[in-house]
T-cell receptor, first 112, second 113 residues
């Protein structure tokens, strides 16, 4: 059965801290791994990773995929209260439909 | 740009009632999907569609029906609501093909009493 597992499930840090969120997967027909941020309502896209070892960066956020270890990490440096959210990892399948399976998410709380 | 529009935002049903959650997108996306999100959990795929007239089941399809008569619309029908269907429902769409991200609607909070 295809599985996407995120850890930790929740995390509380203080502003300025650096955090690392983990996503591991066991899927057949891997195509890509995506990270989304969910604040109050709908998830919004952060990164898409398809090749191993290539780091994607956007400001204080960065992510990297390790296809050998079947995992990805999302790093957030110098955290701010606005980073408080649920971070979702999704794996997309290499089929015609390209449907996605999501992990349970990591709830990040950043305290002032 | 409207993007993905879901209605209603909130709904309360009694056990056994039926209803339809509406989803429309104006981006000409081939792929559309419905997810449910329960507290402390990620998104679980209910049904998806890769184009008008084509639908398929996801991980948790029981109790739900879908149809796709146009590219724009992908309604989700609850046939006979049960308390276990209390959840937040998200519709999402994207272009078919490689390296395409999902665009989500704002969600429907459904309570079944």
């Amino acid at each position: 059965e295809d599985k996407v597992v995120q850890s930790p499930l929740s995390l509380v840090v203080h502003e300025g801290d650096t955090v690392t969120l983990n996503c591991s997967y066991e899927v057949t027909n891997f195509r890509s791994l995506l990270w989304y941020k969910q604040e109050k309502k709908a998830p919004t896209f952060l990164f898409m990773l398809t090749s191993s070892g290539i780091e994607k960066k956007s400001g204080r956020l960065s992510s990297i995929l390790d296809k050998k270890e079947l995992s990805s990490i999302l790093n957030i440096t110098a955290t701010q209260t606005g980073d408080s959210a649920i971070y979702l990892c999704a794996v997309e399948f290499n089929t015609n439909a390209g449907k996605s399976t999501f992990g349970d998410g990591t709830t990040l709380t950043v305290k002032p | 740009n409207a993007g993905v529009t879901q209605t209603p935002k909130f709904q309360v049903l009694k056990t056994g009632q039926s209803m339809t959650l509406q989803c429309a997108q104006d981006m000409n996306h081939e792929y559309m999907s419905w997810y449910r999100q329960d507290p402390g959990m990620g998104l679980r795929l209910i049904h998806y569609s890769v184009g008008a007239g084509i639908t398929d089941q996801g991980e948790v399809p029981n109790g739900y029906n879908v149809s796709r008569s146009t590219t724009e619309d992908f309604p989700l029908r609850l046939l006979s609501a049960a308390p276990s269907q209390t959840s937040v429902y998200f519709c999402a769409s994207r272009r078919q093909g490689l390296r395409e991200k999902l665009f989500f609607g704002s969600g429907t909070q459904l309570s079944v009493l």
